[in-house]
């Protein structure tokens, strides 16, 4: 009985050394201004700025390959942050900033067909085959991915209403320069 418990845990001290040297050899580098740019995104993996998620539009702005706009959720936060990280200027002048939206699905036009089912990447949406889809406000983005499948334009999207916990004071600009 000792001997089996003793090659067992000499066989588990042996192999997890070898794991944790394979591990070592092994690793990849990672650019580490992709991890802080990757830090900085809001990460909704929205798909938005054109790439499949935050981690591929982190490593296209991390080479120079992408806009500092493209990130939607983001907002002008984000863009400045970006802008300030890699030691650009934000050219906000085509930038519209949106204001927070969510879906709603109209429970009277939905046939329950879940196509939505499929493009929300949140899994925000929630429904049955044949049956009526609902949106879980809270955990919605408002990429309008639903809303853009949508065969009867049972989705609609509304504006996150300005409540004391959605509100925010924007930064006074001053125009002249203080003495």
Not at 126 to 133: C, E, N, S, T, Y
């Amino acid at each position: 009985m000792l001997l089996a418990i003793g090659s067992v845990a000499i066989m588990g001290a042996a192999l997890g050394g070898l794991l944790g040297a394979a591990a070592k050899l092994l690793a990849v580098e990672e650019n580490p201004l992709e991890v802080e740019l990757l830090g900085m995104l809001p990460g909704a993996q929205c798909g938005q700025c054109g790439y499949v998620g935050c981690g591929q539009y982190a490593a296209a702005l991390a080479k120079g390959e992408a806009s500092i706009t493209a990130c939607a959720p983001g907002g002008k936060p984000v863009i400045e942050a970006l802008a300030k990280k890699l030691g650009v200027t934000a050219d906000m002048d085509d930038h519209e900033e949106e204001s927070l939206q969510y879906a709603v699905v109209d429970e009277s036009l939905c046939i329950g067909c879940m196509r939505c089912l499929g493009e929300c990447s949140v899994d925000a949406i929630v429904g049955a085959a044949k049956q009526m889809h609902t949106v879980i406000k809270q955990e919605c983005h408002g990429c309008k991915k639903c809303f853009n499948i949508c065969p009867t334009e049972a989705i609609k999207m509304v504006t996150v209403p300005v409540t004391l916990s959605s509100w925010h004071w924007h930064k006074p600009q001053s125009d002249q320069a203080v003495h």
